[in-house]
């Protein structure tokens, strides 16, 4: 069975970083399919990093190598480190981007040694690429490095209930499409409240009309607030951070 590599980075397309990744990989991994999730995180946003790692790499076959490289702390003391979660196997800097993974039972990481000859400013190349290619033939993640007990772990807040039954929430993250994903998790039904105004939650975009403001269960299961055919978070100036509430029906 081909081993899969997925790469999620905020390197961009446009100076060549992605491709010495994927040159290292093809070196040392030749037989190994190469997937890009993403290369437009925003510029060091390890929350962003973290939550796009959440929608997908469960989803892969096991087996799959994840390489997460969103590090605006490279070459301080941060940890470098490779793990397995759910058979699946993850690469990337010690600041978070991995939790989705870290918070399933019996995940295990250790931390990377870092090779005297790496760029202390592009470990993506020279520290994460080569381990990734390593697990991808199959060398066993307790040779690649030391035990790792007490990684960093970024967890979405949890949404609080009110005295009077109302849930408050947090915009977590805003979609490319302006869309504002909440940390809500909520069955159809229900009204959602952000800036002034109370928004009915839906079944999906179709159920407005184009241009109208509208709150629905997304494919991640939670709760978000979108314009059909705009942009939400230029039409009610909101951001992630700001709260939101929810009355349930």
Sequence with gaps: MTRIITLLSDFGTADGYVGEMKGVLAANA??????????????????????????YWHRFPVGTVHLAVVDPGVGSSRSAL?????????????????????????????ALAIPAAAAPTFHGRDVFAPAAAKLAQGVALDALGTVCTDPIVRRTPEA???????????????????????NLVARHGGTLELAGRSLPVRRT???????????????????????????????LGAKRGDSVVLRVS
């Design 160 to 182: 609080t209930r009110r005295t009077d039954g109302a849930i408050v929430g947090t915009i977590i993250t805003v979609d490319r499409f302006g869309n504002l994903v909440t």
């Design 205 to 235: 975009y179709g159920d407005v009309a184009t241009g109208e403001v509208v709150a629905l269960v997304g494919s991640s299961g939670l709760v978000e607030i979108a314009v059909r055919d705009g942009s939400a978070t230029e039409e």
């Design 82 to 110: 490779a793990m397995e979660s759910e058979g699946r196997f993850l690469v990337g800097p010690d600041n978070g981007i991995l939790s989705p993974a870290m918070l399933h039972p019996g995940a295990r990481c250790v």
């Design 30 to 55: 030749p037989d190994c399919a190469l997937i890009d999730i993403a290369h437009d995180v925003a510029p060091h946003d390890v929350e962003a990093g973290r939550l796009a790692l959440a929608r």
